[in-house]
């Protein structure tokens, strides 16, 4: 009855492939193959899976048919979280999504999933990720206020909706959380935000995250123990396409 958790599989056998890195990037190639060989071998029926958002390329679920069989061939209990290029993805029909792919997939948005006797929480979040001006020693001159207020409205907009979420699962009798992101919950400028602060306001033990690639955004945010919470990058490409034991023997 183990946890895991993987982000950013950006499957594509029914879409373009237009993505540079994954057109050009060594540990992209044949990775579909290299995650179901590994998935394989850690996952089993028992467990439940986490996907951490960017799940297809696929523009509708006509393009995202593969991708899901996919997905719904991997062992164990799948539970799919928003990501920013799932474009099939919308979140006022959610229930829609569940009622064609359940149970082989779910697909988690404004409410929650059990997992022994936590309550898994999940949205895609948001980060205002820039862009920022800088002088030549990295000193931080300003910033771009419109997309920054555009990205405060994001934030609230994601933090309301985890917000009733929490609420759901304490109104039920839930009192251990686990909260999984698509953003990372911080930017590159942030030691706190609003999504830590929630994390601690309702004692959220685990805080999972996807969405940063490539060496050089892997630690663009927070991991490991932090004011009492564990963070975890769980970008596919950062994992090496081994999904990541979040909880279990």
Not at 110 to 123: M, N, Q, R
Not at 167 to 176: L, N, V
Not at 178 to 201: G, K, M, V, W
Request: a negative charge; hydrophobic letters at 35%; charged letters at 30%.
């Amino acid at each position: 009855m183990s946890l895991f958790a993987i982000g950013d599989l950006h499957l594509h056998y029914q879409s373009t492939l237009k993505s540079f890195e994954q057109l050009h990037g060594k540990v992209w190639k044949n990775h579909e193959k290299i995650f179901l060989k590994s998935c394989t071998k850690v996952v089993t029926e028992n467990d439940t899976l986490v996907l951490v958002g960017d799940h297809s390329w696929g523009r509708n679920l006509s393009e995202c048919e593969k991708d899901f069989q996919y997905i719904a061939d991997l062992p164990g209990r799948k539970i799919l979280t928003r990501g920013n290029h799932d474009m099939f993805w919308d979140a006022r029909k959610t229930a829609r999504l569940n009622e064609q792919y359940q149970p082989d997939l779910t697909f988690l948005q404004d409410g929650y999933e059990s997992y022994l006797d936590y309550a898994i929480v999940a949205t895609k979040g948001f980060t205002f990720e820039g862009p920022f001006y800088l002088d030549y020693t990295g000193k931080i001159m300003g910033w771009d206020e419109e997309s920054e207020n555009h990205a405060k409205k994001l934030v609230e907009r994601e933090i309301k909706r985890l917000r009733q979420s929490f609420e759901k699962a304490k109104g039920d009798g839930y009192r251990k959380f686990i909260l999984f992101l698509h953003y990372p919950p911080t930017n590159i400028l942030e030691e706190r935000s609003r999504f830590t602060d929630l994390a601690e306001e309702y004692d959220v033990e685990h805080v999972i995250y996807a969405h940063c690639h490539g060496e050089s955004r892997f630690h663009d945010s927070i991991q490991g123990e932090f004011r009492g919470r564990t963070y975890h990058l769980v970008s596919g490409d950062y994992l090496r396409w081994i999904p990541l034991k979040v909880i279990g023997e």
